[in-house]
């Protein structure tokens, strides 16, 4: 277990932070300027808090743990006037700001992108949604379940014969966080040299769009809808997940020429490729399965463990496919400290990834544990000028 680094700054020390966006994406954003030194203030809900919160295990509110780290909580209930009042008050000392409302909401609420730069020319604001904020679904609920249906990454996920597969993590959002970050980071870039702050976009779909390869290059060459292919590759082969007889999983990929004659010769088969239908990539994506019917028959007749030696002593590209608490036993995830564990009221110790990346000379780090529901309201508000006596009426009135 490891220790919070309250001290560390982190390059992002200054720059302040105002979410208001509820689960994955937008908090997906956040931690990632929160953990490398960025004063990041939830705005939530005073009577329900960020919904990420409800994501619970043994009731325990794990999710929140993990992403709301490195963070401060301030309730404000921005259905009242004076919540909204206080939030616009909060805006001038403020560098971002990020909401996930649905599209036309901030309006509503009187908090446009007009309104904001009025009070805050330099303000770059982050508008997370499922569709964006222009274009006919903009309206549409934007889950990233609904986003990984239409953007086709679940009808390429999984096996020509099975029902097309969702993937069982908040994958669009995660990916959306990611860009968001960045697109933040571009924005203040701006900023620096003119002053000027700007809207960004950020929708769901396009990012995971973005990741899914030329797929519309591909099909306006051939006009062919790619079918499935399980863990299969439609650009390299032999590339698979293949079973060992006692159980286990191996990953094996072989995207260049070099490798596949390596892994070929490895299981007694450097044959393959002399013989014209396996002779190079383009050959065996033709025929994938006889193309790793060698490779199926040698590691099912062996256990992981001899398969694992053989395969590093003929230097595979080959690699265990593992489930969380073989992960967490890799001496290469410990040593470098992938997972850390950190104190916890409730758990003990609380394991989560590591900063992720890790910079040579301004370090991000875990600074502090996810904050309790309204934990530094007061702090916040105070800055403001809202004494104690003030913020409780205002906490009596449900504001806070």
Do not use: C
């Not at 929140?64 to 616009?88: F, Q």
């Amino acid at each position: 277990m490891i220790a919070f680094q309250p001290d560390q700054e982190g390059p992002l020390k200054g720059l302040v932070v105002l979410d208001l966006s509820r689960l994955v994406a937008g908090n997906m954003v956040s931690l990632q300027l929160a953990d490398y030194g960025a004063e990041v203030i939830k705005v939530e809900d005073p009577k329900k808090g960020d919904p990420l919160r409800d994501w619970r295990t043994k009731g325990l509110s794990v999710h929140w743990k993990v992403y709301g780290r490195n963070k401060k909580s301030l309730t404000l209930s921005l259905r009242s006037a004076e919540g909204r009042d206080l939030l616009r008050r909060l805006l001038p000392a403020a560098d971002v700001m990020i909401e996930n409302f649905r599209p036309g909401t901030l309006e509503e609420m009187g908090l446009g992108p007009d309104v904001l730069h009025a009070i805050h020319p330099g303000l770059v604001l982050v508008r997370v949604s499922g569709w964006g904020q222009d274009g006919p679904y903009r309206e549409r609920p934007g889950f990233g379940t609904l986003v990984e249906g239409v953007s086709g990454f679940a009808s390429k996920n999984g096996f020509p014969d099975r029902p097309p597969v969702l993937p069982p993590l908040a994958m669009a959002d995660m990916i959306a966080g990611l860009y968001g970050a960045f697109s933040v980071m571009v924005a203040l870039k701006h900023r620096d040299r003119t002053g000027q702050g700007q809207v960004i976009d950020l929708p769901l779909l396009d990012p995971i769009v973005s990741i899914l390869g030329p797929e519309a290059a591909q099909f306006k060459l051939t006009g062919q809808i790619p079918q499935r292919t399980g863990s299969q590759s439609r650009t390299a082969s032999p590339r698979n997940a293949f079973q060992t007889r006692d159980g286990r999983w191996i990953a094996i990929s072989a995207s260049m020429q070099s490798m596949a004659e390596r892994v070929y010769a490895a299981v007694g088969r450097p044959d393959m490729t002399q013989d014209p239908r396996f002779r190079t990539n383009a050959d065996r994506i033709k025929i994938p399965d006889e193309a790793e019917a060698p490779l199926r028959d040698f590691i099912a007749a062996r256990d992981f463990a001899e398969v694992m030696a053989h395969f590093e002593r003929h230097e595979v590209t080959a690699a265990p496919i593992y489930d969380i608490d073989q992960f967490l036993e890799d001496p290469h995830v410990q040593a470098r400290q992938i997972i850390v564990e950190l104190p916890d009221a409730e758990m003990g110790a609380v394991p989560m990834h590591n900063v992720v990346p890790r910079l040579s000379a301004s370090p991000g780090a875990i600074r502090t544990p996810a904050p309790d529901l309204g934990e530094h309201s007061a702090e916040i508000l105070g800055r403001i000028g809202v004494d104690a006596g003030r913020f409780a009426e205002m906490k009596a009135a449900g504001i806070v």
